[in-house]
């Protein structure tokens, strides 16, 4: 599960254990306040794939969950296509 970052106003930065699809946070869950997710360096392991970029971009701005999800999928497609085609190419050899 990975660990994503939040800012509440109030009580200060926090961390929230959350499946990849689950929705961000929006409640603090301490006193009920707005809060923002702080994207960053607990999510580095998304951001291996192209296409991402992330903190230049204020909150209003974000990505969308969806877009995200989509944008992974295709990358996670891509090197799947790229595993298919090197075991073609070891059965080719024998
Ligand atoms: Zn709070």
Redo the contacts with the bound molecule.
Sequence with gaps: MPTYEYR?????D?EEFQGINDEPLKE??????E?KRIVGRSCNFLLKGPGFYTTEHRNDKYLKRSEIDKQTNEWIDHKRKLLRDDKKTVAAGN
Excluded: H, Q
């Design positions: 509440c106003e109030k009580c200060g926090f603090c869950p301490c006193c009920g306040g809060v």
